[in-house]
């Protein structure tokens, strides 16, 4: 079962995804509030495995056509940024 039907599963139908990209990878849990949680590095390799970028292309990519699109929906899906150990 992918993550997207994995969703719709828990009745969330109308939980806002992103396309067009779709992210699926990226995807990583529902917030309490039935949003739909991405983690912004896995959205980034996600385009370096299927698009023709490089990591620096594929994060302008991201933070122009995605996070910028989310808006003050309440609906909107998070995108989380990892804070990893050194």
């Not at 992103?18 to 983690?39: C, K, L, M, Q, W």
Request: proline share 2%; with cysteine.
């Amino acid at each position: 079962m992918t993550k997207l039907e994995k969703i719709c599963e828990l009745g969330l139908e109308d939980a806002v995804i992103f396309s067009e990209p779709a992210y699926e990878d990226a995807i990583i849990g529902i917030s309490h509030d039935h949003r739909v949680v991405y983690e912004y590095n896995k959205m980034v390799e996600g385009l370096l495995a299927h698009e023709d970028l490089t990591e620096e292309q594929a994060r302008e990519w991201i933070d122009y056509n995605t996070l910028r699109s989310l808006g003050y929906n309440d609906k909107a899906p998070i995108v989380i940024f990892s804070i990893e150990e050194d």
